[in-house]
């Protein structure tokens, strides 16, 4: 239900996207916008940074994770799990990969999906080697809150808390964005924050294909305006958000795992 | 994992002054019990008396706040892999994935025990599913199984790879009378082939009718331990015989006060007495020839059976 939800979300927004092409000046004054051969990619950006940066992986990611392992929490699927002769991290990561060979579908299909819709309405855009990249950058992404949902699953152990702290994680995701400029991440520790690079990967991805060795002119949002422009080096940006993916994943991995290790099941 | 190895354990399980507490509420104070290999072991004790928690503690699904636990000798340690091998366990209410089909569940533990290979596991699923009743039912998904059939699977799912001890909790639970006597039988057939049952329940004349052994928990705390004759012998103070005669003298009274082990002597009804041994041995003879010395005649004596259910009642109140 919340992925059919999601899905109607995910249309109403795109449809305005595609045809009103989505560029205004600011748009690509902040240099998230491509040109007329990549209106897709546009698509791709606009859905995944919804809202608030990092909103549409937080949901996927989040929320698959969370229906993982809190569900068997609270259905009590876990004790039968857990009584047979299998490792607790064998259960942990069997459980996780799973996870990531489903949003590897969804990360391939909701590309798919855009970049057809997007051809079908705009015509013929080119560019479709970039497909793969994206979907690696979408997968980044998700995988990151999967690992934040697998966390907050093993401290919560119900599906109804994860939901709320997902929730929570939004709107602080909101508050951050406002209030920090996230585009600052990249030189900041802030980078570190799943929110600064889940949908920031996109975007450097984006210009990785076209300009490797170039530089990225950003602009974020602090406070309700708009911040100094700062100019990065694709490289640089490549390096930091991937680093800020690794640290991230592994350490929410890790952390989820310690609790998931300790936990126990009373119910 | 790690284990300690122990040469031939005498015991399936071992469990010594089990402690598990949940910050200040005490799950379980004193719980200690012993399962001999082969044997069926009845665990008794009233609602929140610490049954489910001594049983999640062996699993490895609470973490034990102290005391000791050995299974098959060797003391359970990190996940456990190898030791539960050996065991299956089933919980007070077995819960399965709902879209999973009856056998579903059973090859998909299978393969997470990898209990067997595809074939093998295909055969001991149906096997398994026909031990326990539920060969119609196998294609059903779990979440339309009734109470029972959910019991009935889950003892299916505890007995996956043979496990030399079965660990269930409340496996009559939910059960018609046709299901009792069927997982009686079942359970009956598992210890003839020389593997371990320890249950948990609350319907005491099961217990009585399948275990040799029992413990009764009450409090978080082992109350007694023994076979259900010990329990009455401690109740009692020993055994006690009904002994009707054909007149009772007061001199033939008297003499039986004075037979070795005999501790008491009650007139329960006219020419009738209870007589309270400590010893356990059969005074029946000896009644037959006093009654003879003293002109009378043993019409019957026969030796008492205490209910269980007055049994653990009486434990769990000389116990509050």
Known sequence: ?267 | MSAQSSASPEFALEVKNLMKSYGAYPGVWDVSLTVEQGTLHGFLGPNGSGKTTTMKCVMGLLHKTSGLIKVFGEEPHGDARELKKRVGYMPESPSFPAYLKGREVLITYGRIRAASDGARLREESRSLLQQVGLADAAEKPFGKYSRGMQTRLGIAVAMLGKPDLLILDEPTEGLDPVGVADVRNLLEGLVSEGRSVLLSSHQLSEVKQMCGKVTVVNKGRTVIEGSVEDLAKRLHGGIVYRAEFDSLAPDLMDELKTVDGVSEVTSVEEDVVAVLISKDYDVRPLLARLAVKHGSLLLSCEREETPLEELFISLVKENK
Not at chain 1, 141 to 157: K, N
Request: aromatic share 16%; glycine share 10%; charged share 10%.
């Open chain 1, 1 to 267: 239900m919340g992925l059919i939800l999601l899905a109607s979300f995910y249309f109403a927004y795109l449809v305005p996207i595609i045809f009103g092409k989505s560029i205004t000046e600011e748009r690509t004054l902040l240099g998230i916008s491509f040109g007329s051969g990549l209106w897709w990619v546009n698509a791709v950006y606009d859905v995944f940074d919804l809202f608030a940066s990092g909103l549409f992986p937080l949901l996927i990611g989040g929320f698959i994770a969370a229906d993982s392992l809190a569900t068997e929490f609270d259905e009590n699927t876990i004790v039968p799990l857990l009584s047979q002769p299998v490792k607790r991290s064998e259960v942990y990561l069997g459980k996780f990969f799973a996870k990531f060979l489903l949003l590897l579908a969804v990360a391939v299909l909701f590309t798919l999906v855009t970049v057809g819709l997007s051809q079908a309405s705009l015509g013929a855009q080119g560019n479709l080697g970039m497909i793969p990249l994206v979907v690696f950058a979408e997968l980044g992404a998700f995988l990151e809150f999967a690992a934040i949902g697998f966390f907050l699953s093993s401290i919560a152990r119900s599906g109804m808390m994860v939901l709320g702290l997902l929730i929570g994680l939004f709107f602080g995701v909101i508050w951050t964005v406002l209030l920090l400029g996230f585009q600052f991440g990249i030189q900041e520790p802030m980078f570190l924050l799943p929110v600064a690079n889940a949908a920031f990967l996109l975007q450097v991805v984006a210009y990785y294909v076209f300009q490797p060795w170039g530089v990225m002119v950003l602009q974020g949002v602090a406070l309700g305006a708009l911040t100094q422009q700062v100019a990065v080096t694709v490289i640089s940006a490549m390096e930091y958000v991937l680093a800020g993916l690794a640290v991230n994943l592994v350490a929410f991995l890790v952390a989820g795992y310690y609790f998931f290790r300790k936990a126990e099941v009373k119910g």
